[in-house]
T-cell receptor, first 116, second 111 residues
Framework: NAGVTQTPKFQVLKTGQSMTLQCAQD?????MYWYRQDPGMGLRLIYY???????DKGEVPNGYNVSRLNKREFSLRLESAAPSQTSVYFC???????????????FGNGTRLTVT | SQKIEQNSEALNIQEGKTATLTCNYT??????LQWYRQDPGRGPVFLLL?????KEKRKERLKVTFDTTLKQSLFHITASQPADSATYLC??????????FGAGTRLAVHP
């Protein structure tokens, strides 16, 4: 998906290990999001950043931290990975301005994380 | 809290027929509702948005309806093709800056 790049694409961690998922965009959008997707659960919002310098919790923030490094980059960190964090993680971006609060999300292609 | 329900069973249809997918929600009616398509191994891709004051929206072979009385949106693909096979997600607004998603319905179009 043009515009949103996620790295790495795949990762296997042992319980207790830490890692950072990276997300970078080249669409100059203000808002950035981290979702996780599990079978039968749909996409669940972990954290989001409405604009550079701000971050807020979503539905399932426990066990995660985020950093909005600049307008382009939004990283998700797992300090001590647990098997329950095995999932596919998607970064998404959205433009925001005026009445564009209903603008669509643009997603990256995800990071597939397995915690053993 | 707001919940979204999409049929978890896959929808199998014959090529050329109309596919109809359902999205039901509880509690308050959102200001708008969005539909996305997701292919295996890829991120969701936005298809259509419909606002609460719109009954119907069309884009090529796609049509979305929004019934705030029934708390339901229907997503139609007319003259379906095997290339339409994918999982379709609905999403609705929650507050100013959040979207919540349904689990999606997988559509399989058979030649």
């Amino acid at each position: 998906n043009a515009g949103v790049t996620q790295t790495p694409k795949f990762q296997v961690l042992k319980t207790g290990q830490s890692m950072t998922l990276q997300c970078a965009q080249d669409m100059n959008h203000n808002s950035m999001y981290w979702y996780r997707q599990d079978p039968g659960m749909g996409l669940r919002l972990i954290y989001y950043s409405a604009s550079e310098g701000t971050t807020d919790k979503g539905e399932v923030p426990n066990g995660y931290n985020v950093s909005r490094l600049n307008k382009r980059e939004f990283s998700l960190r797992l300090e001590s990975a647990a098997p329950s964090q095995t999932s596919v993680y998607f970064c998404a971006i959205r433009d925001r301005g005026g009445l564009l609060y209903n603008s669509p999300l643009h997603f990256g292609n995800g990071t597939r994380l397995t915690v053993t | 809290s707001q919940k979204i329900e999409q049929n978890s069973e896959a929808l199998n249809i014959q090529e050329g027929k109309t596919a109809t997918l359902t999205c039901n929600y509880t509690n308050y009616s959102p200001a708008y509702l969005q539909w996305y398509r997701q292919d295996p191994g890829r991120g969701p891709v936005f298809l259509l948005l419909i606002r609460e004051n719109e009954k119907e929206k069309r884009k090529e072979r796609l049509k979305v309806t929004f019934d705030t009385t029934l708390k339901q949106s229907l997503f139609h693909i007319t003259a379906s093709q095997p290339a339409d096979s994918a999982t379709y997600l609905c999403a609705l607004a929650r507050g100013y800056n959040k979207l919540i998603f349904g689990a999606g319905t997988r559509l399989a179009v058979h030649p």
